[in-house]
């Protein structure tokens, strides 16, 4: 399936010269969605997940789904005083803006394999940051999934001891 049809490319948003890759116009079509996923977890094979991580908040339409498909569990990385209970914490850079992430210090269990799964990698801050806070629980990153893949930003380069797999390329 050509999935890169069902993005849109809306300019200027939210900021001045960014292309924003919108997922929505992939999400509202069911048998394209379905497939986005079940081609995820494809890549997932032989790999023995025991938990998909997800970052807010596009992380959750596709980590979540995806943890489903595979059977495992998963868990979210959220932006900061939104998780209830302990946490750890880092910070980092976007595309645009600056932000920090937290996860539930008891969400992982050490030697856990876990994959981790967004819409987008951009600079590569949000998964780098979120590779932090797994490997601090001890977790092992054993994958790391996404819809698109901005390859002029280079976010790949910051997770090259990792495996990266992306269903679109711009
Ligand atoms: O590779 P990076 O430069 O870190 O950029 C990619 C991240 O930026 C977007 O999330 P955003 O922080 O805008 O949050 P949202 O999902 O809540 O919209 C996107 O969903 C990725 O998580
Ligand atoms: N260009 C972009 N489009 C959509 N989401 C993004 N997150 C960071 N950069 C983005």
Redo the contacts with the bound molecule.
């Keep these: 399936m050509n999935f890169k049809e069902y993005i849109r490319v809306v300019e200027n948003f939210p900021e001045q010269g960014?292309?924003?890759?919108?997922i929505s116009t992939l999400l509202k079509e069911g048998t394209v969605y379905k497939a986005a996923i079940d081609s995820l977890a494809e890549a997932c094979k032989g790999k023995q997940v025991d938990i998909v991580v997800g970052p807010e908040a596009r992380g959750f339409v596709v980590g979540a789904p995806l943890a489903y498909t595979l059977g495992c569990g998963f868990v979210p990385v959220r932006k900061p005083g939104k998780l209830p209970a302990a946490t750890i914490q880092a910070s980092y850079t976007?595309?645009?803006g600056k932000d920090a992430l937290e996860i539930h210090e008891d969400a992982i269990q050490p030697g856990q394999k876990v994959v981790i799964a967004d819409?987008?990698l951009?600079t590569g801050g949000t998964i780098s940051t979120t590779i932090q806070l797994i490997e601090k629980l001890g977790g092992q990153v054993v994958g790391v999934l996404f819809m698109i893949e901005?390859s002029y930003l280079n976010g790949r380069e910051k997770l090259a001891n990792y495996d990266v797999h992306s269903l679109i390329q711009y």
Excluded: Q, S
């Design positions: 960014i292309r924003f890759k919108d976007l595309e645009y819409d987008l951009a901005l």
